[in-house]
């Protein structure tokens, strides 16, 4: 599965944008979708994610402000940002989760990332 990450770019404090990230290749082997971000000097975290229960989950730091959201007809995931700050500064990484089936009743767990895309809030 390749994963391609747009919208990124420079925005003013309180400002909204929208991520999006294409997936290519086995998407019908994608079951959990997710958004991470890393900031200067700081791991990656997982900020929002759709599990395989189609439950949106987030972090204290962006709920209510971001929105998760998917378009399995475009094999496209979405993020959705408004009222941002300059915490929000970091590069934005999209993620999935497969299962591919193999031989049998075997599986394989695999998981995938973008190649980020960098969103800078001026104050």
């Known amino acids: 599965v390749q994963l391609q990450a747009s919208g990124g770019g420079l925005v003013q404090a309180g400002g909204s944008l929208r991520l999006s990230c294409v997936a290519s290749g086995s998407t019908s082997s994608i079951t959990g979708i997710g958004w991470y971000r890393q900031a200067p000097g700081k791991q990656r975290e997982l900020i929002a994610e759709?599990?395989?229960?189609?439950?949106?989950r987030y972090a204290a730091s962006v709920k209510g402000r971001f929105t998760i959201s998917r378009d399995n007809d475009k094999n496209t995931m979405y993020l959705q940002m408004n009222s941002l700050n300059s915490d929000d500064t970091a590069v934005y990484y999209c993620?999935?989760?497969?299962?591919?089936?193999?031989?049998?009743?075997?599986?394989?767990?695999?998981?995938?990332w973008g190649m980020g895309t960098q969103v800078t809030v001026s104050s």
């Open positions: 993620h999935v989760d497969c299962v591919f089936k193999l031989k049998g009743w075997d599986i394989e767990r695999r998981d995938f």
């Open positions: 759709i599990n395989a229960n189609s439950m949106p």
